[in-house]
Nanobody, 114 residues
Framework: VQLQASGGGSVQPGGSLRLSCVTSGSIGRFSGMGWYRQAPGKQRELVAFKSIDGTTTYDNSVKGRFTISRDNVKNSVYLQMNSLKPEDRAVYFC?????????WGQGTLVTVSS
């Protein structure tokens, strides 16, 4: 099982980015998919999570700015990030977990600076 993340880049504060994560095979194998991030010198933290039943969870720091979505036809999960702040700078990882295990994408770098 492979997860391929993309969409990172460099934006100014207030800008937007959309991260994508495509899974090899059916996304239906994952009961939950999420986005995590890891800033320099910090531990990896959960940003957003969406379960197969549609329940979503967001870190308080991104509520109202980030939106996670899941496309079962395209075997993909997305993270729409709006109103980006310098503190959002990190490497973002997609994650899928299910009965077959816990899987990580390779990470995509998001930089927010003026």
């Amino acid at each position: 099982v492979q997860l391929q993340a993309s969409g990172g880049g460099s934006v100014q504060p207030g800008g937007s980015l959309r991260l994508s994560c495509v899974t090899s095979g059916s996304i239906g194998r994952f009961s939950g998919m999420g986005w995590y991030r890891q800033a320099p010198g910090k531990q990896r933290e959960l940003v957003a999570f969406k379960s197969i039943d549609g329940t979503t969870t967001y870190d308080n720091s991104v509520k109202g700015r980030f939106t996670i979505s899941r496309d079962n036809v395209k075997n993909s999960v997305y993270l729409q990030m709006n109103s980006l702040k310098p503190e959002d700078r990190a490497v973002y990882f997609c994650n899928g977990n299910g009965l077959s295990g816990n899987y990580w994408g390779q990470g995509t770098l998001v930089t927010v600076s003026s």
